[in-house]
């Protein structure tokens, strides 16, 4: 048996963290999601307005695997482009996993068979099973799962989630060369954190994006309508709504992927808790304190959302548009007021 004996999968918040977490603990360095988390610098909000009826895309990051924390810890990371199976199969002879990008929507063990996409979402690759299935360890279940090579493939190569579609990417990790000094790196990492978010260069991004969703749900009662198809929670393909079917959606994205709930703001939280504790200064403490309320905004908006459904009567609907431009305003001004008093820091 090659490297791949090491690897041992576990559940995770994030995606992209966890999977990191989990392939550096096969080579023997264990880390706390939250850590890589606050390292990576990628914390953030992002909104992308889809066309016509499409789910408009909400995340709750501003940038794609970036890279800092494995950089701060002295973790080298080659990035690869395998067009095939069998180009990850030999990537996997010598890594005890490598960790690729996906459309979530074309996994089929969520169950979304594609009429979902987000292109954002990040898997480990553990071992081939045969000739044409592989191993897959995804932080958001229990156990490993099997992925048939086609499936796998169709979900690294989509094209549905523009312009966060996979490009194919897998990364290949080192074993870390040192441990971070907490002290020393996390205030760099929150540094980064206050400029991305408050000052992000695009209107798609940070507290822009946050404002330019509760301008762009407003607009929803008129854009989202029609007749369109739709898998529900239990993962059934159903006749629904174009708004309710936005709505939901946005439900899975806070819930699922990011924004609220139990991931991103209150990891960030505890990230931020953790510098304080390292640092001594008590500021960090209350920014992590608004963020965990920032979390429970989104997680209330995100229940609701979810809670409703497709079978909602469309004036119902209409009053959930307004709860969320509503958490959106509330949202950002709670994160805009903790990123302020980080700056100086």
Request: glycine share 10%; with cysteine.
């Amino acid at each position: 048996m090659n490297a791949t004996g090491r690897y041992a999968h576990r559940r995770g918040f994030h995606c992209e963290s966890a999977c990191q977490c989990a392939v550096l603990a096969a080579d023997g360095y264990d880390v706390d999601e939250e850590i890589v988390f606050g390292l990576d610098g990628g914390f953030g909000f992002s909104f992308f307005p889809a066309n016509g009826n499409a789910p408009d895309i909400v995340v709750g990051k501003q940038a794609i695997m970036p890279l800092r924390a494995s950089r701060l810890m002295g973790v080298e990371v080659a990035t690869h482009t395998p067009k095939s199976g069998a180009g990850l199969t030999r990537l996997l002879e010598s890594a005890p996993a490598v960790m690729t990008r996906v459309d979530l929507g074309l996994l089929p063990y969520w169950g979304l068979e594609g009429r979902s996409s987000f292109g954002g979402y990040f898997v480990n690759v553990v071992r081939p099973l045969g000739a044409d299935a592989f191993e897959v360890s995804d932080p958001a279940f229990d156990e490993p799962v099997s992925v048939s090579a086609a499936e796998l493939q169709a979900a690294r190569s989509s094209r549905n989630s523009p312009p966060l579609n996979p490009d194919w990417k897998v990364y290949v990790f080192g074993a870390p060369r040192r441990t971070p000094h907490l002290d020393r790196v996390g205030p760099v990492a929150v540094r980064t954190l206050c400029r991305e978010v408050l000052k992000p260069g695009s209107r798609n991004l940070g507290i822009p994006g946050m404002k330019l969703l509760a301008t762009t749900a407003a607009s929803w009662p008129r854009s989202k309508h029609g007749e369109v198809e739709d898998v529900d929670l239990k993962g059934n393909v159903v006749r629904t709504d174009a708004l309710a079917r936005q709505l939901l959606h946005l439900g899975r994205q806070i819930e699922s992927f990011g924004t609220g709930g139990g991931l991103f703001r209150p990891m960030l939280g505890r990230y931020l808790t953790r510098v304080a504790d390292s640092t001594g200064e008590a500021r960090y403490a209350e920014a992590a304190e608004r963020f965990l309320d920032s979390g429970r905004l989104w997680s209330n908006l995100g229940s609701a959302l979810l809670t409703a459904g497709t079978g909602t009567a469309r004036d119902d609907l209409t009053t959930l548009v307004d709860a969320v431009a509503d958490t959106a305003r509330s949202a950002m001004d709670v994160e805009k007021r903790a990123l302020t008093a980080l700056t100086p820091l």
